[in-house]
């Protein structure tokens, strides 16, 4: 995936006080924006106290909330880790977009004076 990513990652509050495990959670995480500089990570650190909205167990919304606030691009694609995309995934995406625009761009109006009862019209088209 070429495009910008932004990855929102869960931690238990308990876990990140251990330096080792929080050692052993954080050095993956390094890898993954070391091979992949468009990936912008945030941490969710689940259970402090200084977040008082976050009161789930497994906060899905605010962590959804938090991915979407650093998002500075026009379209979204959200994914849960469980989903593992294709690998053209990139290019279905932006083709589907082109497909839509297209689209949008051209109205179709049913009209009785011609025989196939069908007229494309582009849509900034002054009829």
């Given at each position: 995936?070429?495009?910008?990513?932004?990855?929102?990652?869960?931690?238990?509050?308990?876990?990140?006080?251990?330096?080792?495990?929080?050692?052993?959670?954080?050095?993956?995480?390094a890898?993954?924006?070391?091979?992949?500089?468009q990936?912008?990570?945030?941490?969710?650190?689940?259970?402090?106290?200084?977040?008082?909205?976050?009161?789930?167990?497994?906060?899905?919304?605010?962590?959804?909330?938090?991915?979407?606030?650093?998002?500075?691009?026009?379209?979204?694609?959200?994914?849960?880790?469980?989903?593992?995309?294709?690998?053209?995934?990139?290019?279905?995406v932006?083709?589907?977009?082109?497909?839509?625009?297209?689209?949008?761009?051209?109205?179709?109006?049913?009209?009785?004076?011609?025989?196939?009862?069908?007229?494309?019209?582009?849509?900034?088209?002054?009829?």
């Open positions: 995936w070429p495009d910008p990513i932004v990855l929102v990652v869960y931690i238990p509050h308990d876990t990140i006080k251990d330096i080792t495990v929080r050692s052993i959670l954080l050095d993956p995480i890898d993954i924006v070391t091979n992949c500089p990936m912008k990570v945030l941490l969710h650190i689940h259970g402090s106290d200084d977040d008082p909205a976050d009161s789930s167990s497994y906060p899905v919304n605010v962590m959804r909330n938090k991915g979407l606030d650093a998002v500075s691009t026009s379209h979204i694609l959200i994914m849960d880790v469980d989903l593992i995309p294709s690998a053209d995934l990139s290019h279905v932006k083709d589907n977009l082109m497909d839509q625009i297209a689209i949008a761009n051209h109205s179709l109006i049913a009209s009785g004076g011609n025989e196939k009862g069908i007229e494309e019209i582009p849509i900034n088209a002054v009829v």
